[in-house]
C-alpha cells in the first residue's frame, strides 16, 4: 500500500490507515461477508470519477459532462450482465441498475417499487439467518410493509419449504425474499419459484452473500427462476461496497425510479468504476477455481470443529459460512467473539436458529472463508485453524471468565 500525499497532509489519517492495515495482514479473518480486493479495484474507488457528479441514468442526466460517466455505467451494466447470466439471449430478459450504495437502500428500493406500502413481505425470521432489510420490525422494510416470516426446521435446521409453502399460502404475500445472510446450505430457488407461483408473488432473491459463489459456478444460478436479484458486490464477489438490482424488464422501470430519485441522489462514480473492475475479474479462470476453494474450505473447517466436538447448525454447510453453537459448551457468542479476536481470528458472534438470547450477546458465531481463500489458505490449513481455534475456546471458561 503506497500513499504518497496523505502522511503529509494528514498524519491522523494516514497512521490509522497504516495501523489498519497492518491489522488485516496480521489476523486470520474468518468474517463471512468480508473479503480483500484487489489493487486494480483499489485504484478504481479512488480515481478521479470520485469528482464527478452524474445524477440521472445515461443519456438522461441533470449535468453536464457525464460522456465518459454514460460509458462507464453501461460498461459495468454490461459487465454485470455478462457474469451472471450465462447465453447472452437472455440479456434482453433482465435489467441491471448498478447505482445503489449498498445492499440495503437496494433492497428498500424493490420494495417501494413493487409492494404498496403496509403490504406483506415474506422473509426469513432474522434470528433463523435472515437479513434486517428482509421486513424485520428494527428495519425500516418492517415498519413500512408488514413481515411475514419463516424459519428453519426445529430438527434439521433447514428449509422445511412445505411448512414455508403453507404460511405464503395463509398469508398471500406480495413478494417473497430468499437468500439470507447466515444459512449454509444450498437455496432450491425451483421450490420458491412454485411457492410464489402459487400466492401470486414476486420472488426476490438475495444473492449478496454468495453472489461470488454464483459466479464462479460454486453456488446454483437464481436467474431461471427469479423475478428481481439483489446483491452486494463484496463479500464472496471481491468488489468494493455496493450493490446491484437485477430485474425481469417487466419491473425494471419502477425500480430504476425507486434507486433515484427515490431513494438516492447522484450514483459514486468511482464505485461503479470499481464495480466494473471487480466484475471483470470474476469472469477469469482463477476466480472460479477461487469459489470453489472458497466451499472446500469452509467444508473442512466446519468438519474439523465438529471432530473437537463443536455443534455446527444444520451439520455443515454447503457454502462460504456456518454458524458454531458456543453456548451448549458453556461459552456466549460475544465471549468467543472477543477471545478469538485477542488471539488473531476474527468472527462476529451470531443467532442461531431458536436463539433464546440478545444478539448483542448470543449464542454462537458465524465463520465464513471468503476472505482467507483469497489469501491462498488451502484445506491443511483449515486443520490448524481449527485446532486453534479449539483450543482457544476450550481454555476459555477457565482463562478468561472476567470477559463476562
Not at 141 to 155: E, F, N
Not at 169 to 178: A, D, Q
Request: with cysteine; charged share 25%; glycine share 8%.
Amino acid at each position: 500500500m503506497i500513499l504518497k500525499n496523505l502522511p503529509k497532509t494528514d498524519s491522523e489519517i494516514y497512521k490509522l490507515i497504516v495501523a489498519e492495515d497492518k491489522r488485516q495482514k496480521e489476523t486470520i479473518n474468518l468474517i463471512a461477508s468480508e473479503n480483500f480486493v484487489s489493487e486494480s479495484v483499489l485504484e478504481a474507488l479512488g480515481s478521479i470519477f470520485t469528482n464527478k457528479y452524474s445524477e440521472g441514468y445515461p443519456h438522461a442526466r441533470y449535468y453536464g459532462g457525464n460522456e465518459f460517466c454514460d460509458k462507464l455505467e453501461k460498461l459495468c451494466q454490461e459487465r454485470a450482465l455478462k457474469l451472471f447470466i450465462r447465453q447472452p439471449a437472455d440479456y434482453k430478459n433482465w435489467n441491471v441498475n448498478v447505482q445503489p450504495y449498498s445492499g440495503s437502500p437496494a433492497n428498500l428500493a424493490v420494495y417501494l417499487a413493487l409492494v404498496p406500502l403496509n403490504e406483506k413481505i415474506m422473509g426469513m425470521q432474522l434470528n433463523m439467518g435472515g437479513h434486517l432489510t428482509h421486513g424485520h420490525k428494527a428495519s425500516a422494510t418492517g415498519k413500512l410493509w408488514k413481515q411475514i416470516s419463516y424459519g428453519v426446521d426445529p430438527k434439521t435446521e433447514q428449509l422445511d419449504y412445505n411448512e414455508i409453502s403453507r404460511i405464503a399460502k395463509k398469508e398471500k404475500p406480495k413478494l417473497i425474499v430468499c437468500g439470507y445472510t447466515a444459512y449454509s446450505r444450498i437455496i432450491d430457488f425451483k421450490k420458491f419459484r412454485k411457492i410464489a407461483d402459487a400466492v401470486n408473488a414476486i420472488l426476490m432473491v438475495d444473492m449478496s452473500h454468495f453472489a461470488g459463489l454464483v459466479a464462479g459456478g460454486a453456488y446454483p444460478s437464481p436467474f431461471k427462476y427469479a423475478d428481481i436479484i439483489t446483491t452486494t458486490t463484496h463479500k464472496t464477489l471481491r468488489g468494493p461496497r455496493a450493490a446491484l438490482i437485477f430485474s425481469k424488464k417487466e419491473f425494471s422501470a419502477a425500480i430504476d425510479k425507486a434507486v433515484f430519485p427515490g431513494l438516492q441522489g447522484g450514483p459514486h462514480m468511482n464505485t461503479i468504476a470499481s464495480v466494473a473492475v471487480a466484475l471483470a475479474e470474476a469472469t477469469r479462470p482463477e476466480f472460479k477455481k477461487y469459489a470453489k476453494q472458497v466451499v472446500k474450505n469452509a467444508k473442512t473447517l466446519a468438519s474439523e470443529l465438529q471432530k473437537f466436538g463443536w455443534r455446527i447448525i444444520s451439520g455443515g454447510t454447503d457454502t462460504h459460512l456456518f454458524l458454531m453453537d458456543t453456548i451448549s459448551r458453556g461459552i456466549s457468542g460475544k465471549i468467543a467473539e472477543k477471545i478469538l479476536e485477542k488471539n488473531g481470528i476474527i468472527v462476529n458472534k451470531n443467532t442461531i436458529p431458536f436463539d433464546t438470547r440478545s444478539p448483542a450477546d448470543p449464542s454462537g458465531i458465524r465463520i465464513g472463508t471468503p476472505a482467507i481463500t483469497t489469501r491462498g489458505f488451502k484445506e491443511k490449513d483449515m486443520r490448524k485453524i481449527a485446532k486453534k481455534i479449539n483450543f482457544i475456546l476450550t481454555g476459555l471458561t477457565k482463562k478468561y471468565t472476567e470477559l463476562k
